[in-house]
């Protein structure tokens, strides 16, 4: 009984100690949050009270793109056509658009981009100039490949070969010109542009591209020679379904049948459900003279990919 009473005035006496501490740590935990919030209350308060030229600069040389928006924002409620806070507007909702995941929220900041640096371009200074072009293009780039229809590769074109013209450096404006030149059906102007990306860094894709020109121009032997490097090479799953099912429609526009047909093998070795390998090892068929086989690889096509417009064709065509 004395034990049990003992205990009791333990337990008591450290809930004694206990509380106190749990308090302490409740008032220390509500006084860190109450600073926090003053301190968001005192930077967002800071920004609208007291924006500056050099807090965009701080701001930018800390990568706080969302800063750097927002206070350019405010000068400009201040004074309208602030060039400066324009640009860095214009550069900050560009990044801003880059890193969204939301396409709508993406489409808003992108739109902003292009209306902020097309205003500040008509006066700005001779020294930024080249770089607001180089932005703009790769906005309107960007714009391009966010909506659902694309009208905006000209303008690519427009503003990136004006930042080129101005000696603009950078290792990207090159392919972003071959991309857009393909997109415009300048096959020639393409070619042209993504070998001169070559030159700045080689990549798979960069080579596919360049194939796929070379192919449209007529110039399938140029293009095999790109297609034959990118499969060798190659550890990309995607860019070697695309290099080989190309590598084989034109083999089979050559008459080589058994040459396509191995392309088409080895991609279907791997992986039985490529909907474009099938229909290619139809064509082959067709080439053969063996149109029960062909047909045969035209259903499978359809069972993997039901759409296939190609594919359609033919079974109605040998109906």
């Known amino acids: 009984m004395r034990k049990a009473r003992s205990a009791n005035r333990l337990i008591i006496k450290s809930k004694g100690k206990f509380f106190p501490f749990l308090l302490g740590g409740l008032v220390t935990l509500a006084v860190v949050f109450s600073m926090a919030f003053a301190l968001t209350r005192f930077v967002s308060y800071r920004i609208h009270k007291y924006p500056s030229t050099t807090m965009l600069s701080d701001k930018w040389s800390e990568y706080d793109y969302q800063g750097v928006y927002d206070t350019a924002g405010v000068l400009l409620e201040k004074k309208t056509f602030n060039n400066t806070a324009l640009t ?37 200074k001779e020294k930024t100039l ?41 290792d990207d ?91 088409f093998d080895a991609l279907i070795s791997k992986n039985e459900n490529i909907a474009d390998a099938h229909y290619g090892l139809g064509l082959v068929h067709e080439g053969r003279g063996d149109l029960a086989k062909a047909r045969a690889e035209w259903r499978k096509t359809l069972r993997i990919q039901v759409n296939h417009a190609d594919a359609l064709s033919k079974i109605q065509q040998y109906r």
């Open 173 to 263: 404006i090159s392919e972003y010109l071959g991309l857009s030149y393909a997109q415009l059906g300048m096959t020639l102007e393409s070619i042209a542009a993504f070998s001169e990306a070559l030159l700045v860094r080689e990549s798979d894709a960069l080579l596919l591209s360049i194939a796929e020109q070379y192919s449209k121009a007529g110039q399938d032997s140029a293009a095999k020679q790109y297609l034959f490097q990118i499969i060798q090479r190659s550890q990309n799953d995607s860019i070697i379904v695309k290099s080989r099912t190309l590598l084989g429609n034109i083999l089979i526009a050559e008459n080589d049948y058994d040459g396509a047909q191995r392309e």
């Open 130 to 170: 080249p770089q607001i072009h180089y932005i703009l293009g790769k906005s309107y780039f960007y714009k391009d490949s966010i909506s659902s229809y694309h009208y905006y590769a000209d303008m690519v074109v427009h503003y990136l070969t004006l930042a080129k013209q101005e000696s603009y450096k950078a």
């Open 88 to 124: 860095y507007r214009g550069y900050s909702a560009f990044y801003l658009a880059m890193a969204s995941t939301s396409s709508s929220l993406a489409q808003e900041y992108i739109d902003e981009a292009i209306r902020a640096l097309r205003i500040a371009m008509m006066h700005a």
